[in-house]
Each structure stands twice: as C-alpha cells, then as structure tokens.
C-alpha cells in the first residue's frame, strides 16, 4: 500500500507505519531525524538542475534509518528518469537524460540500460569543500 503525505512528514505519516519511504533529501531528513525504524528502503527522490545525492547523505540516511537506499531521478513533473538498482552502481536511465554521460557496460545486476555514474549530475558544495580540505 502507498500513502502519500503532502506535507513531508508528520505524526499522520508516524502513525502509518511505513516500512519504506520515499521523498527528497530534506524529507528524508526529517524522516531520518525523528528515529523511525524502516524495514524496507528509502528512496531519496533527485531533481534536475541539483546535484544527486552525495555521499554525506546517504551516510545521514544509513545512519539514521539502517535500510538500503535508493536514488530516483525525476523530471519536474516527477516523471521518473533514471533509478538505482540493487547493485547501487549508478542509475539505469528510464527516460530522458540526454546530454548526461553514461555508463554502457551490462551493471552487475544484469539491466543492459545504460547508467548515470554517481557525480555526473555535480556534488554538493560540502563534498567540493571535503575534497579540498
Ligand atoms: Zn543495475
């Protein structure tokens, strides 16, 4: 069953009891922040014209919420564009992303779709300041 809650979450959505979460970086955080125990997954959903999910998020995301995660690229009108896969090596294109580099080669888990290779898409300006340090 799906439930969408609007508003990012919230005591409605804590009352769900979600085994799996979907949402931005921001509502993950939030999600992340409150101490909710997931079973499943959580798929961080990533725009066009931002970066993909960095490396510190997905250590947030681990840490606070100890299930695997999963990067979606959606279009402004959530329209799904590109998806990681259990083998978490990039991101199988699903539609659009032209003009981004991919990644050809058959993923190990076996979908011949081409890949958008993490950082394709830019790091956010803390990775940039990590990597300088
Ligand atoms: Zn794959």
Partial sequence: MVRVFAQGWDDRAARFQPTSVAGTMDQ????????????????AFTYPDEPG??????????????????????????K???????????MHVVAGCEGLDV?????????????????VRGVRIEELAALLA
């Fill in 80 to 90: 799904l564009l590109a998806m990681e896969c259990d083998a978490h090596a990039g």
């Fill in 103 to 119: 990644e050809s080669e058959v993923c190990a888990c076996g979908n011949r779709a081409p890949r958008l290779m993490r950082g």
């Fill in 28 to 43: 993950l955080r939030q999600v992340a922040e409150a101490g909710v125990e997931l079973s499943h997954a959580v798929i």
């Fill in 53 to 78: 999910l960095s490396r510190s998020d997905r250590d947030l995301l681990w840490q606070g919420l100890g299930v695997p995660i999963f990067e979606q690229y959606l279009d402004r009108n959530n």
